[in-house]
């Protein structure tokens, strides 16, 4: 037992015996122990302590139930709990590369090996080092031809030139920012990945196509607010475009670059913000932290899971997305049941404007200013930030909750002889209020997917022996016994996340409405495996454009009564459109529930086709998602649940929003980037 966890236990054994306690109610105990906690973790981690007498202030404070006041010379009170760290959530690790050109880490990829079979390469998924043998067939089968398994050769298109230079702004960036060189790039390549986000049309043309026809001329790499300060202010005085950059996984053509026929003249330069990383301060008694918006999701949570704390934000594109992203696409993550979307776990930011100036809380950086859990006090100023996609400012730090790591996390499968019947269960589960962290259903195209996507059995007879037996039992119980539908059968992937009790509760309630809507438990392993598979699947994009398959996601929101009219017609619009352009094969286009609301749902879609022979397959693809975005929004849904407009939904504003409403939002562009420093053309209609 370590040393913090037996004065933990001391703690507790005496709660109750010792008059010192006495007068302190539940709550309060719990935030003194939690605090105490954090600071026998620290000692015992060999981390130290960062403050002085802070920590015995706020322990009194909290054992005394009076509030200690420290004033300080312009008479404003200071509660002194805040621990400042400036520890960067930067891993330094030659393994955790990015591509360049395809979606992911360069150590991972799926791949046709020597004899036929798709295997994955890498060892940081589930599939990684596994033979994938059923993949192909399945893929065929559904697709409706014959996958080939030779790739495609790419034409790797050359880079487009820079189109613009500015002598004079890139100067004032040297003089003034102190930008060093390390900071300044106009490499060709990353220029490239600076103009590009993740849509199947961008990833397309650098493979296949004609390649990107405008990328930023330059790239710059600011380590500090200040740094921001300056560049922002050298691009307004210089007539200087700045396009904000995070991880780079936009699917909205967000980062595109306007050519010069569309007016854009100007130097364009991409602000890459991921030098700026580090958690500033955490305070562990009011449960906030202020992190810096570079920083990338994974790297947040690895970091503040060593001080025992989640922000429990995880999109599907958490290992490259980074915390200002998020924000600027009015983000949500898969376990937003228990932690809520972006905009629910930001309290405060800090926003560089066009002209230098900081939107934020309060009047003085240096000063602390409080952080409060709502606030009456006009508009938000902040709030127009959310969804702003680039447009209105750069995104250097925010203020987020901060949870105290689940004491379990479990996992949870469950199939269902029907997507009528998943969906029913899902709303009945929803109305409890004790619905899980994350909670997603997969319609039978998905789930038949996920079974071509199991690995091949482990080596050695008796090992094949068992895992074939399993199996065969497995689909005797569910085909013969319950009589489920192979072709019909849906299922769902369960994450429960809190306390014993909390997670216990959750549990059961899931067990009561799966015997109601005739569910049949399919294991924690399977769970978990449904979970983490969404970091791994997420390479199959870029493996099956290589073998003459264009396939991307979209999504949206819809309320309850509607899911099931929306998917049929999504499904029927898009087969209709593939026949009535007679392309190869048939259409894969499928759906699955990611979030619960207490009014509806997000809904994905999925589409693939095979497009060898296809004239310009791209512009196919986004004709066909066109015309599916169009039957959602006839079908009441929304335009996007959490990707955003940027460009490529752009057309479709006018559909969602009054022309009242419209031009209330050009005007609030046009009065805060009057000069179009943060030119993008996002949004802006």
Not at 230 to 238: N, P, S
Not at 261 to 282: F, H, Q
Not at 377 to 386: A, E, K, M, Q, V
Not at 494 to 499: A, H, K, L, N
Request: hydrophobic share 35%.
């Amino acid at each position: 037992m370590n040393f913090a966890l037996c004065i933990d236990w001391s703690i507790k054994a005496n709660i109750g015996h010792d008059p010192f306690f006495q007068p302190v109610c539940h709550d309060e105990m719990k935030e003194w122990l939690g605090y105490l906690q954090f600071l026998l973790s620290q000692l015992a981690s060999g981390k130290g302590v960062w403050s002085t007498n802070c920590h015995a202030k706020t322990l009194a404070h909290l054992s005394s139930l009076r509030h200690l006041k420290e004033k300080d010379n312009s008479k404003a009170l200071q509660y002194q709990t805040r621990i400042y760290v400036n520890q960067s959530t930067k891993r330094e690790n030659d393994d955790d590369r990015e591509s360049d050109n395809v979606w992911g880490f360069r150590d991972t990829a799926y791949r046709i090996d020597a004899d036929g079979t798709v295997e994955v390469t890498g060892s940081r998924y589930l599939l990684s080092g596994f033979k994938l043998p059923l993949f192909l067939p399945w893929a065929s089968d559904t697709l409706g031809v014959d996958v080939p398994l030779q790739p495609a050769a790419e034409r790797s298109p050359s880079i487009a030139e820079p189109q613009c230079s500015n002598d004079q702004f890139q100067d004032a960036i040297r003089r003034v920012a102190l930008l060093r060189d390390d900071q300044i790039s106009s490499d060709a390549k990353d220029r490239r990945r600076h103009g590009h986000g993740h849509t199947q049309e961008e990833m397309y043309s650098m493979k296949y196509g004609s390649g990107l026809a405008r990328i930023p001329d330059l790239v710059v790499y600011p380590e500090s607010e200040a740094q921001v300060i300056q560049i922002v202010e050298a691009a307004g005085h210089h007539n200087v475009c700045i396009i904000p950059y995070g991880g780079g996984t936009n699917v909205t053509e967000a980062l595109r670059c306007s050519f010069h026929k569309d007016g854009e003249v100007r130097m364009v330069v991409s602000l890459d913000t991921r030098r700026m990383s580090k958690i500033i301060w955490i305070d562990p008694v009011n449960r906030l932290a202020q992190i810096e918006a570079g920083a990338v999701g994974n790297d947040i949570m690895i970091t503040l899971a060593t001080r025992g704390f989640t922000i429990g934000h995880e999109p599907d594109s958490c290992e490259f997305s980074t915390l200002g992203g998020w924000i600027a696409t009015n983000a949500s993550g898969m376990k937003k049941n228990r932690y809520g979307n972006i905009e629910d776990i930001v309290l405060d930011m800090r926003v560089v404007t066009s002209t230098g100036a900081v939107l934020a809380k309060g009047q003085d950086q240096d000063q602390e200013s409080s952080i409060n859990p709502r606030e009456s006090t006009g508009s938000d100023p902040l709030r127009y930030i959310f969804g702003s996609e680039g447009t209105l400012g750069i995104i250097v730090s925010a203020v987020v909750k901060l949870h105290p790591l689940p004491q379990v996390t479990n996992y949870a499968a469950v199939v269902f002889p029907t997507w009528e019947d998943g969906v029913q269960f899902l709303y009945e589960l929803r109305q409890t209020n004790c619905q899980p962290a994350s909670v997603r259903l997969v319609d039978n195209e998905q789930f038949r997917m996920s079974q071509a996507l199991k690995p091949a059995p482990p080596p050695g007879l008796i090992r094949n022996v068992f895992a074939g037996l399993k199996r065969s039992l497995e689909h005797f119980y569910i085909l013969s016994i319950k009589g489920f539908d192979p072709h019909r059968m849906v299922a769902c992937t369960m994450v429960f996340e809190g306390t014993r009790s909390e997670t216990r509760i959750q549990q059961r309630v899931v067990n009561c409405l799966l015997r109601k809507y005739g569910g049949v438990d399919a294991g924690a392993e399977n769970g978990r495996r449904g979970y983490e598979m969404t970091y791994n699947i997420a390479y199959i994009r870029d493996f099956a454009m290589r073998h003459f398959i264009l396939g991307e996601s979209f999504e949206t929101s819809i309320a309850w009564s509607q899911i099931l009219d929306l998917c049929e017609r999504v499904k029927d619009r898009v087969h209709r459109e593939h026949e009535a352009r007679h392309l190869p094969g048939k259409p894969l286009v499928s759906c699955r529930v990611t979030q619960l609301y207490e009014t509806g749902v997000a809904v994905y879609f999925y589409y693939a086709f095979y497009f060898e022979g296809v004239s310009e397959p791209e512009k196919v693809y986004a004709e066909i998602e066109e015309a599916a975005r169009e039957e959602i929004l006839q079908a009441g849904g929304s335009l996007s649940h959490h990707h955003g407009v940027g460009k490529l939904r752009k057309k479709f504003l006018g559909r969602v929003w009054s022309e009242a409403a419209l031009s209330w939002r050009n005007d609030v562009k046009r009065v805060l980037d009057p000069h179009d420093v943060f030119g993008c053309g996002n949004l802006v209609t």
